[in-house]
């Protein structure tokens, strides 16, 4: 008979039996955790593939804090090519109509674009908010404007509203659904408005020391591109960035790469405790067909068959797995891109059918590494064992199981690390994590076994039985606590974080700040300010420049090792200037200079870039500002407080250094939400002055993380689920166990009630255990990242350890429950008389 | 062959010594049994417990090999030959029934009949097995799981199972160790019936000296040495 007969025709009722529906949940639960997270990231890399060859909107992008000169339009135009002129900055709307939600204003990233805009790819708009998009090969016209649907949901407006755009009020035409230079992947901040930019020069919005990004766009004949790209280089200013298409839909890419790995390592935790489930009921399922493969071997079965008929079953559970996963995790992902749909730019294509393929390849690598050695031992099992019960095949090697699951671990792990280095660090990491918390674990079910002694018989018996197995319940404590532990941490933590953060916000702090104000409106805005009882605040110069040289040395050729530093002496600075030390400031080295200084420039440094670049007391600095040399020699080192929401500077010059380059302002207040209106009036007299309001903004990383951890929750539910099919399959490696000594207990007398008890008391130590361990797992987890990563002290938070053991307890006794209810309610008579086939 | 008084000798044990080691030392299970047993014959196993019958059957019946000595099974020594070999030769000449009947728990009754004969390559695997299932009396329970059947019908479809493959010889270990009397009756009569019928050897190991009495010959074991090779009446 061929081995795929037998195999077909047996695998009916053993997919019946409970080690195989362990198995296939394992599976499944593996396949769902990975193919929930394939989907999302082939969606999100799909729309990035879509949209990389127009993602400048133009072959060559050249992006200028300062207007583009018109030798470079005329260059362009020697070799042939097409060129667009666009600006972004920042701005606060206002809707135009009186009667809006929202009379605070929405900050928004405004584009102003030419005719020629977009030279690559098309804008899309829709009529109206959620109707059908299409492809417009216009820009607004002038007077008109597109908004995309975030921020008409932010102002409350809809297409025909007129927006207040600097000093012109201009007409929403359509809702913007998709431009070719949006940002892929996380929305920003500021939803976009795209206008015409025919229409800037009278809104008043661009004033001297504006931040302003103008950029050319450059498309035409390959060939005459990289020639003009060639040609260009040399006349190009330092500041101005350069960058190809190439370029950039490579970092697209790599964004779209990191947050694949990150997803996929988060569901490889699943995979992990999936595979556990799996070594547990393959044992399980090998021991079980012992007797029916000594049998088959008996009547003339060679071990080839028994290894075919196996690999065969395995083969199809896998399939079986894959198809079950595969739409759990489509129904997973559909919700997980609902749960992070306004976080994402523009809308996700369908999903492929490549996730499923790897889900497939991974279910079989999880088999081939966690059931395959239990069942390759089943080709030795000794005929004999049909006349002796106690003949058993010898054990496989160690050494031969830790290798296949271990190479199956790091075959799987490969994917989501895709780089050697890293994958023998984790996987290094991997094992010592689990060694130690299995040793967590053991340590955990000896103390609980040590209450035994004072207890009732129920009691008793199932604390017993926790610390008589030993090794499994070590196992399942760990797999548990660690599903609970993430849960914990992105429920519990997650809030206490954003609670102590905001909580160590003064709310005397200030709460908006204004940019862009020309030195000659600091008057008149502190006169609105104090018509409404409010104190003038202080208002801070700005002065755009760039580092030239350190000590003489050009900055292009100083040796710094750490990146930041290289970054912040390359890229452009923020100068300010002051009399005295800000309050948020503490000087740590060096001295500030006396009241009423007027001598040569000096200057300021901040700590942490000090430490970064190198730079100390005595190093001269010389900036290029408006195309004019500053020399300032550094003279104190500063601590900044930048959690005091103040306008802060790394770098303060003494009085008088800077006079004469174009300044503009910042200024930081704290307005009441009352009062907020009183920025409507600001902006429009003042239409160049942009107002951030920090509350929102709170709130808009706080509904961010929110959701993203929501999201990152869902996948984790897998790790949970993971952990119940390791209880299940840990109770069904003991249930031939558990049932004869329920039976024999009530043989001797015990009630139902009181084997029940016991068997509770059982998963309650268990729950206990591992719900002690996610919360310690948790609060851990926890002071690390509050301390190291958001420099908050960290709070003990009792809630967190009550819920962890709660939860813990909950969940593993109403599962145990489901788990052993067969060997509770076993009929005595029949477990003791052996009843078998 | 030194025991080899008949030709057509279809199973002969030679010298066969089975030796286990245990925590106490080396610990002789059978010690130098030799015998043969012609084609048709019905020979029956006995002794005490321990005595080293399940040894001998397992030794027979190539699930174990002795420690010295060898079998000769249809003219094969199955020392010689590796597991799959001493699979092969069973698939081809053996056929078993077990005191716990040993059925396959996923497999309904028809298909444990199948089952030696697939593994045996037969094409007419499916009308076989129905035939003989009906000559068992289990033809309306023949698509029954074991689960579904009571103990003696689990042994009938075990000796349908048996002979279905019409083995030179058929090894019975306490065929009726785990029925009731009347059912175990039953089982032999059904047993012997099918033996005549297909002449096939039998040989079975019994505590039972009532179906001791029923075989052509009674070897007794004791502490491992065959004590005595009894023939019945003619």
């Known amino acids: ?837 | 062959m030194s025991n080899s008084s008949s030709s057509d000798a279809v199973l002969a044990a030679h010298r066969l010594v089975k030796q286990v080691t245990s925590p106490e030392g080396s610990l002789t299970i059978l010690d130098d049994v030799s015998f043969t047993v012609a084609a048709g014959e019905t020979v029956a196993i006995v002794g005490a417990s321990g005595a080293g019958k399940s040894t001998l059957l397992a030794l027979l019946a190539g699930l174990d090999l002795p420690s010295s000595g060898h079998v000769l099974l249809n003219g094969r020594n199955l020392s010689e030959l590796d597991e799959d070999g001493r699979a092969k030769a069973r698939a081809d000449s053996v056929g078993f029934v077990f005191q716990s009947f040993h059925l396959v728990p996923s497999l309904n009754a028809l298909e444990n009949v199948m089952l030696p004969l697939e593994l045996a390559g037969a094409d007419d695997a499916r009308p076989r097995s129905q035939e003989i299932i009906a000559e068992v009396g289990l033809a309306e329970r023949a698509l029954h799981y074991p689960a579904q059947l009571s103990g003696g019908e689990k042994q009938r479809v075990a000796i349908a199972r048996a002979f279905a493959t019409e083995p030179a010889v058929l090894f019975a270990d306490e065929p009726t160790g785990n029925l009731d009397s009347r059912t175990g009756e039953k089982i032999v009569e059904l047993m012997f019936e099918l033996n005549r019928r297909s002449s096939t050897t039998l040989v079975l190991v019994t505590h039972d000296n009532q179906l001791a009495e029923r075989c052509d010959r009674v070897l007794s074991l004791d502490a491992g040495r065959l004590v005595s090779d009894v023939q019945a009446a003619a």
């Open chain 1, 1 to 837: 008979m061929s081995a795929f007969r037998y195999a077909r025709r047996s695998f009916g009722r053993e997919l019946r039996s409970g080690e195989v529906l362990v198995l296939l949940a394992a599976v499944t639960l593996a396949v769902a955790a990975l193919t929930a997270v394939s989907f999302l990231t082939d969606r999100i890399g799909k729309a990035v593939a879509r949209q990389a060859n127009e993602v400048l909107a133009a072959d060559l992008r050249l992006r200028s804090a300062e207007p583009i000169p018109d030798e470079w339009r005329s260059l362009a135009a020697d070799f042939a090519l097409t060129t667009s002129d666009t600006l972004a900055f920042p701005s606060v709307l206002f809707s135009g109509s009186e009667d809006s939600a929202s009379a605070g204003g929405a900050l928004s990233t405004i584009k102003a674009v030419d005719e020629a805009y977009p030279l690559r790819g098309a804008v899309r708009t829709s009529a109206d908010l959620f109707t059908e998009q299409r492809e417009v090969d216009t820009v607004p016209a002038r007077g008109e404007v597109w908004a995309d649907a975030a921020l008409l949901a932010r102002l409350g407006a809809k297409v025909g509203d007129t927006l207040a755009v600097g000093e012109l009020d201009l007409a929403v035409t359509a809702v913007l659904t998709y431009r070719p230079d949006q940002s892929i992947g996380f929305a920003s901040l500021a939803p976009s408005l795209l206008m015409n930019v025919a229409d800037i020069p009278d809104s008043g919005l661009i004033a001297e020391g504006s931040r302003v990004s103008y950029a050319l766009l450059v498309a035409g004949d390959a060939e005459a591109v990289s020639e003009f790209n060639e040609s260009i280089e040399g006349l190009l200013p330092d500041d101005v960035r350069i960058r190809s298409q190439e370029e950039s839909s490579e970092r697209a890419f790599n964004a779209a790469d990191r947050a694949d790995r990150f997803l996929s390592l988060t569901a490889v935790i699943s995979l992990l405790l999936s595979a556990v489930a799996i070594a547990m009921s393959a044992r399980r399922f090998a021991e079980r067909r012992m007797d029916t493969v000594a049998l088959m071997k008996s009547l003339g079965a060679t071990q080839r068959f028994v290894i075919m008929v196996s690999v065969l079953q395995l083969v199809a559970l896998g399939v079986i797995g894959v198809v079950l996963g595969s739409t759990v995790g489509f129904l997973a992902e559909a919700g997980l891109s609902y749960i992070i749909a306004d976080l994402i730019a523009g809308d996700l294509p369908d999903p492929g059918l490549a996730p499923v393929f790897l889900a497939s390849i991974s279910a079989m690598l999880l088999l081939l590494g966690f059931a395959l050695p239990s069942l390759l031992q089943l080709k030795d099992t000794p005929p004999l064992r049909v006349l002796r019960h106690d003949a058993e095949p010898p054990s496989p090697s160690r050494l031969m199981v830790a290798g296949v699951s271990l190479a199956a671990v790091a075959a799987l792990l490969y994917r989501s690390v895709g780089d050697p280095q890293m994958l023998v660090i984790l996987l290094g990491g991997v094992i010592v994590i689990g060694c130690l918390l299995y040793l967590v674990g053991r340590g955990l079910v000896a103390a609980m076994g040590r209450f035994r002694a004072g207890v009732g018989v129920a009691w008793r018996y199932g604390l017993a039985n926790v610390a008589r197995r030993g090794r499994a319940s070590a196992v399942q404590v760990v797999a548990f606590g660690l599903g609970l532990t993430v849960l914990l941490l992105l429920t519990l933590v997650r809030t206490d974080l954003l609670d102590g953060w905001r909580n160590m916000l003064d709310t005397s702090a200030p709460n908006h700040f204004m940019i862009n104000i020309q030195p000659d409106e600091r008057e008149s805005i502190g006169a609105m300010l104090v018509a409404e009882e409010l104190p003038i605040p202080r208002f801070d110069p700005l002065v755009r420049a760039r580092m030239t040289h350190v000590n003489g040395t050009p900055v292009k050729e100083l040796e710094i090792e750490n990146e930041d530093g290289r970054w912040f002496v390359n890229r452009e600075q923020n100068l300010s200037w002051s009399e005295d030390l800000a309050d948020s400031n503490e000087l740590v080295e060096g001295e500030w200079w006396p009241a009423g200084y007027s001598g040569p420039a000096l200057v300021s440094i901040e700590e942490e870039v000090s430490e970064e670049t190198g730079l100390g007391i005595g190093d001269v600095l010389e900036f290029s500002v408006a195309g004019q040399s500053v020399e300032a020699r550094i003279t104190s080192v500063r601590k900044v407080n930048w959690d005091s929401f103040k306008p802060n500077f790394f770098l303060v010059f003494s009085p008088g250094a800077l006079d004469g380059f174009p300044a503009s302002y910042i200024s930081a207040l704290n307005v009441p939400a009352a009062k907020k209106t009183l920025f409507a009036g600001l902006v429009r007299q003042h239409p160049s002055v942009s107002v951030i309001d920090l509350d929102s903004i709170i709130s808009q990383v706080q509904g961010i993380i929110e959701k993203a951890s929501l999201a990152v929750q869902v996948v984790f539910m897998f790790t949970l689920l993971a952990g119940v099919a390791v209880l299940f399959a840990a109770v069904q490696s003991t249930i031939d166990e558990r049932r004869f000594e329920s039976a024999m207990l009530r043989a001797l007398g015990a009630r139902k009630r009181i084997v029940f008890s016991g068997v509770m008391t059982e998963f309650a130590a268990l729950g206990v255990a591992a719900g002690l361990l996610a919360a310690a797992g948790a609060s851990a987890l926890a002071a690390v990242i509050a301390v190291q990563l958001f420099e908050l002290p960290y709070a003990f938070n009792p809630t967190l350890w009550l819920a962890g053991l709660s939860a813990g307890v909950a969940i593993v006794c109403f599962s145990g429950f489901f788990a052993a209810r067969g060997a509770i309610n076993a009929m005595p008579v029949d477990v003791l008389r052996g009843a078998r086939n």
